[in-house]
């Protein structure tokens, strides 16, 4: 018989994106168990913020990661690998515990739905049995009162990142197939999807088109519609803004999320990575306030 | 059924004629009388006929034997439709909107687009059920089902605290107009309303695929059987794994009546609202044009008694609930807002006149 889950005893579990400003601003991080996308034009800074999550969800707990590793799967060619180091070398610098081995990149192509389906399904393959690890570890520790048992234990995948599920689903089906059976097609398929990434324990991230907001000064839309906005759980918007002083600024908007209110977050990129930005150094013209307001 | 007369009982007459002529009427008569051996005592049946004409009291009737015996007026069933409690949202004009709350007995469906607030609503039931009834609460428990894992519990648990400063705030208001019983409830810790309690309050369930979830719904009954103190059922969202666990729409759509069929049964035999969260999805109509409607098509529609989409404004930025399907209320469209709180009416001045008439 299903048994109900005690919610008193729920802990909400998140991953720390490495910055105390979108840390707050997203009430601890990257939440697990749901399925959180990440939506914006080209350039706008969405692979910034999921590499440098890449590696977040390596710190440990004490400092807002989750001692984890992390899957990346990259539709759009080849991964950005020589940003992910750069990023790990200036902002990691020395830390044994952060490293690219702890990131799993998918390796081959993925063009068609299917591929991602299917790459998707082996990874949960490989949860499954990862998952039976810790558990048998931590008890054996137990027994034998070693103290550095926690770090004897394997790390367990604790974020999935698809860098981009639009591109997959953009070009999908045949072009002799009605119009509407095509988008039925493609609506199951992406709730195909959602099921499989539902059913995997640890955040999850997925990059795509525009949402209905603002970026670059122009209002933009979204691709892959209806069907998947109701497969995902929590949805933020990139965007870049032209600031007053000829500079660029971005921001992360709350577009829908179970737990947070619509707001927003200013943020910079740079050598180091992602960085908020608290409003009053955000001071960059109402321009931008226009738009996000 | 307690009111059964003894006359319209399908026993054999001399049977009937002895309960009679002892001076029974009815089956709760029966009932107090404490068992065959007094029944027989009593009437002057053996003990074996005793027996078997209170064993007839636990039995369902056969189809057709007498439908006397199977149905009540209208004026008992008005009685309960009334006395039956409600479970309130906390936006006045939404209340008003569903006649009082959400109703027991009965399967409600809320509709709408991602992001509009629908998990909002479902977990602000999920509180508000166990509002005291000195509040005119249903004082009752909730179970959720969250098929797409979208309840977040901090989320739940800002919405515990807002109602338990409501509810307090309003307990205060009672005492003050001279009914302290409340107040002094919650002082005394007889009453309890706090956030822990409020989260222990909701059996909280996680469904991952079509076959969890109709797992559960055949397991509600003896699950409701178990804690009676239940009084709501939120299905967040019904609709999720229906629409890619089935290629065969014939098929989805049989299983779906079935669902639909033991849903309606399980609310009214044991007297919960059940809450159904429903998508919604693109339908293209035949000039090209499209509109949102419910997922799960036409035949779905017959769940529930009563429906509400939940949309943004057309003419603000507001989020409106319109009921479109109610076996006694009038359609009408109603804005509401959900704050840090949890879900709310309009703050006084700003409800504009796409409210009900009169507010």
Redesign the interface.
Known sequence: ????????K?I?LKTTLGCGVLDGFL?GGL?C???TELTGEAAAGKTQLVLQSLLTVQLPRSEGGLDGKAVYIYTEGKPPVERLQSILTNRFNGRPDINLANVLIEERPITTPEDLLRSVRQLEALLEREAVVPIATAAAAAGSRVADAATLSRRVVRLLVIDSVARVFRDAGESDEPQ?QQ?HRR??QL??L??LL??IKGGGGAGSRPAPLVSSGRRVLPAL???W??C??C?LFVARHEAGNGGVVRSLQV??A??L?HSYCCFKVDQQGIQGLLDEAAEQGSALRRHLD | MLRQEVVTMPLPPHLRNKLLSAGFTNASELERCGGPVALARETGMTPEEAHEVLQLLGERLPAGSDWRAGAVSAATLLEAHLAAPRIVTMCRDLDELLGGGVATGQVTEFCG???IGK??LGMQLAINVQVPAALAGAQGQA?YVDT?????????ADIAEGAVRHITAMAEKQAASGRPALAEGFRSGAVVFNV?SL??G????????YT?QL??IN?LPRFLQQYPQIRLVVFDSIT??F???F?DMSQRTRVATLMAQQLIATAQTYGVAVVLMN????K?MEDGSSK?VP?LGESWGHAASTRVMLHWGVHDNERHAALFKSPHLPPGNVAFTVT?DGVRGMPRGSRGGAGLANR
């Open positions: 018989m299903l048994q109900p889950i005690d919610l008193t729920q909400p009430r939440p168990g749901i399925i509407v988008l609506a199951a709730f195909g959602t099921a539902k059913g519609g209806l069907a906005a109701n995902v759980n949805r577009v829908f179970p737990h209110p | 687009v991602p992001g998990t909002q179970v797409e894992g979208s309840f977040m519990v901090e989320r739940c822990a989260l222990r909701i059996f909280y369930f996680r469904i991952h695929d969890e797992a559960l397991m999720f794994h629409r890619q666990d290629t998508q919604v999805t693109t293209v949102l997922a840090a």
